[in-house]
């Protein structure tokens, strides 16, 4: 079996990714694609097609709502604990200048357009058997999380240890930078690393195909070593819509990606009538000599030399309205579509907490991502600091309140009434105006109090005796 083969899943999910990719990319995508989006009418000739093409617009709700749910997500900073070690790590979490938050942020947008992305924890081949901690730190060795898009996990394996599914088997397509002649250029060359475990031990190949379509392994086999010790898993991870695992689901907005393509057919409809109407069209009648000019504004005068002749303009008189009311009715869908990722995912009566809940999002199918996106990452976070040999409390946690929780003035008013006639604690007011979002994230109750105490009035007779 070459290692192009591609899991059954994989093949059954690619036309739906590649719809989700080229909707949220725009219309520069769409137009590409040409007849696949937008088939050519009967009989049509190519330089009309390319013109009916290039006047079709593409309406993007879908990246306008990925965008706008990613916000939504990262509306607060995730909540990330990690040991004073790791600090400079999450820094730059792949190697090449992405920060942790970054990570999450880039995990987010795959995981709303697609609905599956993997990270992959690694440590440079560079280390070596016996080598310490102290020798690492002198050669700038440490791990690192490297995030693959769905389309390049191209296969994968299970299987069953101790009544439990683990990962076996990951085959990740990749493009590697060759040198070329000149140095302006770069070769791109396709290869295949493939993660397994082999008598329980995890190892790395590398391959590309070569020209006759056979396998070629480039460099040895390699066996990665924590603590000096070979691994007995892969620590790659898949992220997905609620699941943590390889399982493959369908994009969590595929259906507003489909309202989408729709809404680009109809469009091409309405402009089409548009410019074949837009315009009025001169019309003579009872004029029958081809060589006379005839002018259209200007200074210049027409003579009619039949007595009968009519010179007149016809329009279209119609505003294409079940037209306009269609469009407009499926972006309503869209936007409609959209939204019901923050819906509770729960039928039946509900309570004021469960109703609070549900209006901030906590209940929802992008509060579920969130926490799928934060239990991945954290995997991943965890496996890292193993690697680095650092101890402690690992976790990352994205915001799940989507929306804000304002107070009105009377329950403010209320609130700090009660405070004052002593119901309630300065402690217990401080929290529920911090929920409020009256007083802003990340302030503590130490910080508010010396903003109050440095704010303070200065009475008139106070300051006369000064």
């Not at 993007?60 to 990330?80: D, E, Y």
């Not at 209320?414 to 002593?422: D, E, N, P, R, Y």
């Amino acid at each position: 079996m070459s290692v192009k083969s591609q899991h059954a899943d994989y093949e059954d999910m690619a036309t739906r990714w590649k719809q989700c990719r080229d909707s949220a990319e725009g219309e520069h995508a769409i137009h590409e694609a040409g007849e696949l989006y937008l088939p050519k009418l009967s009989e049509e000739k190519p330089e009309s097609y390319a013109l009916r093409r290039s006047m079709t617009p593409w309406f993007n709700a879908t990246w306008r709502t990925i965008s706008g749910l990613r916000g939504m997500m990262f509306r607060k900073p995730p909540v990330i604990e990690v040991p004073t070690a790791l600090d400079e790590a999450i820094k730059d979490i792949d190697l090449a200048g992405t920060t942790l938050q970054g990570l999450a942020q880039d995990v987010a947008i795959e995981a709303l357009t697609v609905g599956r992305v993997g990270l992959l924890v690694d440590y440079p081949v560079e280390a070596k058997p016996g080598m310490t901690k102290l020798d690492a730190e002198r050669l700038k060795l440490r791990a690192s999380i490297a995030m693959y898009k769905t389309e390049s996990i191209i296969n994968w394996r299970e299987k069953r240890v101790n009544g439990s599914a683990v990962l076996s088997m990951v085959v990740l397509k990749e493009n590697a930078e060759l040198p070329a002649d000149n140095e302006f250029e770069i070769i791109i060359e396709e290869r295949y690393r493939v993660l397994d475990l082999v008598d329980g031990k995890y190892r790395q190949r590398v391959f590309k195909v070569d020209k006759s379509g056979r396998d070629e392994q480039i460099g040895d086999d390699m066996f990665p070593l924590m603590g000096n010790k070979p691994l007995d898993y892969i620590p790659f991870v898949f992220i997905g819509v609620d699941c943590v695992g390889p399982k493959v689901e369908a994009p969590p907005l595929i259906d507003l990606v489909t309202m989408n393509f729709k809404h680009y057919g109809q469009a091409t409809s309405y402009e089409r009538g548009c410019f074949f109407s837009g315009l009025p069209s001169l019309f003579i009648s009872g004029h029958g000599d081809p060589d006379t000019k005839i002018y259209i504004g200007g200074s210049m005068a027409n003579i009619l030399p039949q007595p009968d002749s009519k010179a007149y303009f016809v329009e279209v008189q119609s505003e294409f309205n079940a037209l306009r009311t269609n469009l407009l009715d499926k972006q309503q869908a869209m936007a409609v579509l959209g939204a019901r990722m923050l819906e509770s995912q729960k039928a039946g009566v509900e309570s004021g907490d469960a109703i609070a809940r549900r209006q901030t999002g906590e209940e929802s199918l992008l509060s579920c991502m969130s926490q799928t996106i934060s239990m991945g990452v954290t995997v991943a976070l965890k496996w890292l600091a193993a690697w680095e040999g650092v101890e402690g409390e690992v976790k990352v946690e994205l915001n799940r309140d989507f929306l804000p929780a304002s107070m009105d003035a009377q329950t403010l008013t209320a609130m700090v009434s009660t405070w004052q006639s002593g119901g309630i604690s300065y402690e217990t007011l401080f929290h529920n105006l911090k929920a409020g979002e009256i007083i802003e994230e990340g302030v503590t109750m130490e910080q508010e109090q010396g903003r109050i105490s440095e704010a303070a009035p200065v009475l008139m007779g106070a300051a006369a005796t000064a």
